[in-house]
C-alpha cells in the first residue's frame, strides 16, 4: 500500500511524513516571521546599549567624563541591573506570556535611551543607563525560548545564531545611523531618535508575534510526558539543576571570559579609533560601520551553521569551535592594536570581529538544547547573568580605568596600553573552551555507554 503522506502546522512549524508515526520537522513561514521580527527587536537592543560607546567622544566633551567613568557606565554598573534582573524576568517568562514581557522590555529599554539623551550631566546619564539595563534584560531570554519553540533540534543551532545577528547589526546601525546624526544634528538627537524607534517595535512585537506551545518541538525525553503541575521546575530548581551541570557552569565562565574582551574592546573602540588613530565621526560612520555589520553577521552566521553541522557528530563542537576561533583571532587583535594608521587597524579588525563572536550561538544552543522547555528562560538568562556579569562588569571598566591610569604618564596611546592588557584574556577563554570540550566528550561517552 502507497504510504499516506501527512502535513501539519505546530507552531509555525510544518510536521511532514508518510504516517502519523514518522514526521520530520521544518521551519514554516510564520516561524521566520518570528524569528526576523525577534531579531530586530534584538538589533534595537544592542544598538541601544551600544551608542553610549559610539558617542564616547562628544559625550565626554559636552559633560567632561573620564575613560574610567565611561568604563563604569557601560560596564560595571550597566551589568549589576541587566545580569541580576534577568533571572526573576527569566522565571516570570517561564511561567507567564513570554512575547508581552518582551514587548513591556522593549518599550521600557527605548524610553530609557532617550531619557540618556537629555541628560545634563554624569549621575543623570548613570541613572538613565541604568534604566536601559533594566529594560534589557527581559529582551534576551524570552526570545531564546520564543525561538526554541519555533525551530526544532537540529535547527536551532541556525535559527540562534540568526537570531544573534542582533549585535552585529545593531553594532553596525548604532554606528552608521549614531554617529551619522551626531554629525549632523548632536549626540543628544541620535539617543532621541533612535530610542523612539523601539517603542514602534515594542507595539510590533504585540502585532506579529504569537506565543507558541512550551516544547511543542521537543523530543519527550526533554518535555517529559508526564510532567505535572507538581514536577514542573520551580525558580530554585532550576538554578539548583544549572549550577549542578559542569558543562553549563564551563560554558558561562569561558563566555564570561570571551565577552571581557569583546566588550572592554567593543565598548572603546570607536573612541580609540577617534582618539589614537585620527578617524572622525563620519568615517566611524562609514568604514568602522561597515567592518562592524560584515564582521560580526558573518561570524555569527558561519559559527551557527558550524554548529548545527558538527555537534551531530560530537557535542564537543560546542567548546572546539570557539576555542578554534579565537585562538584565530589573537594575533589579528595584537595587529589591530599596534596598527599606526585607522586604515590598516580596521583591515586587521576584520578578523577579531569576525572570529570573537563564535562562542555565542555555541553556548546558547548548547544550553537551550540540553533543558526542558519549562527551564528555557530561566536557563538562558543564567547564562546571560554569569557571562554578561564577568564580560560587561570587568571588561568596559578594567580598559576604562587602565586607561586613565596611564594617560597621567602616556595621554597619547593610553588606550592602546589598556586594549593590550585585554590579550591574557584570550588564552584563559581558550582554556576554559577546551576544558569544556573534555566534559562535554565524557558526558557523551557516558550517555552512549548507558544506551
Not at 256 to 270: D, H, P, S, V, W
Request: aromatic share 10%; hydrophobic share 50%; charged share 10%.
Amino acid at each position: 500500500m502507497e504510504e499516506r503522506k501527512l502535513s501539519t502546522i505546530v507552531g509555525g512549524v510544518v510536521r511532514v511524513g508518510p504516517d502519523v508515526g514518522s514526521v520530520s520537522l521544518a521551519p514554516g513561514t510564520r516561524s521566520w516571521i518570528v524569528l526576523l521580527c525577534l531579531c530586530f527587536v534584538y538589533v534595537l537592543n544592542f544598538l541601544d546599549r551600544q551608542l553610549l560607546s559610539i558617542l564616547a567622544k562628544p559625550i565626554q566633551d559636552t559633560l567632561h567624563v573620564s575613560d574610567g567613568q565611561l568604563g563604569l557606565i557601560g560596564g560595571l554598573y550597566f551589568a549589576v541591573f541587566y545580569c541580576f534582573i534577568s533571572i526573576p524576568v527569566g522565571w516570570i517568562a517561564d511561567k507567564t506570556n513570554r512575547v508581552r514581557i518582551l514587548s513591556l522590555a522593549c518599550a521600557l529599554w527605548s524610553a530609557a535611551t532617550m531619557a540618556c539623551g537629555i541628560a545634563t550631566n554624569f549621575p543623570q546619564l548613570v541613572a538613565a543607563r541604568m534604566a536601559v539595563g533594566v529594560g534589557e534584560a527581559g529582551g534576551v531570554p524570552p526570545s531564546y525560548s520564543i525561538i526554541s519553540d519555533y525551530f526544532p533540534s537540529g535547527r536551532r543551532g541556525t535559527a540562534l545564531g540568526i537570531f544573534n545577528l542582533g549585535p552585529s547589526i545593531g553594532a553596525a546601525l548604532g554606528v552608521a545611523f549614531g554617529a551619522s546624526i551626531a554629525a549632523a544634528y548632536s549626540w543628544r538627537d541620535a539617543f532621541i531618535v533612535l530610542g523612539s524607534v523601539g517603542l514602534l517595535a515594542a507595539l510590533a512585537i504585540l502585532l506579529i508575534v504569537r506565543e507558541p506551545t512550551r516544547g511543542g518541538l521537543d523530543h519527550s525525553s526533554l518535555t517529559g510526558d508526564n510532567l505535572t503541575e507538581s514536577s514542573a521546575s520551580g525558580f530554585g530548581k532550576t538554578i539548583a539543576m544549572f549550577f549542578s551541570r559542569p558543562e553549563f557552569v564551563l560554558a558561562s565562565l569561558a563566555s564570561g571570559a570571551t565577552q571581557i574582551i569583546t566588550y572592554g574592546a567593543g565598548n572603546f573602540t570607536t573612541l580609540f579609533l577617534m582618539r589614537e588613530k585620527a578617524m572622525t565621526l563620519g568615517q566611524i560612520a562609514i568604514f568602522y560601520a561597515l567592518v562592524q555589520g560584515i564582521g560580526m553577521s558573518a561570524g555569527i552566521v558561519v559559527s551557527g551553521r558550524l554548529v548545527d553541522r558538527f555537534s551531530r557528530r560530537s557535542k564537543r563542537a560546542y567548546a572546539l569551535v570557539p576555542a578554534a576561533s579565537l585562538a584565530c583571532a589573537l594575533p589579528l587583535y595584537m595587529g589591530f592594536v599596534w596598527a599606526p594608521s585607522w586604515q590598516i587597524a580596521l583591515v586587521f579588525l576584520v578578523g577579531p570581529t569576525f572570529l570573537n563572536y563564535f562562542y555565542l550561538s555555541s553556548s546558547v544552543t548548547l544550553v537551550q538544547e540540553s533543558v526542558r522547555p519549562d527551564q528555557r528562560v530561566t536557563s538562558g538568562a543564567l547564562l546571560l547573568l554569569i557571562m554578561n556579569l564577568i564580560g560587561m562588569g570587568i571588561g568596559p571598566t578594567l580598559v576604562g580605568e587602565i586607561s586613565d591610569f596611564v594617560h597621567r604618564g602616556n595621554p597619547h596611546h593610553s588606550l592602546q596600553f589598556a586594549f593590550y592588557a585585554l590579550l591574557p584574556f584570550y588564552a584563559l577563554a581558550i582554556g576554559l573552551f577546551l576544558w569544556l570540550a573534555q566534559v562535554l566528550k565524557s558526558l557523551q561517552s557516558t550517555a552512549e555507554a548507558s544506551s
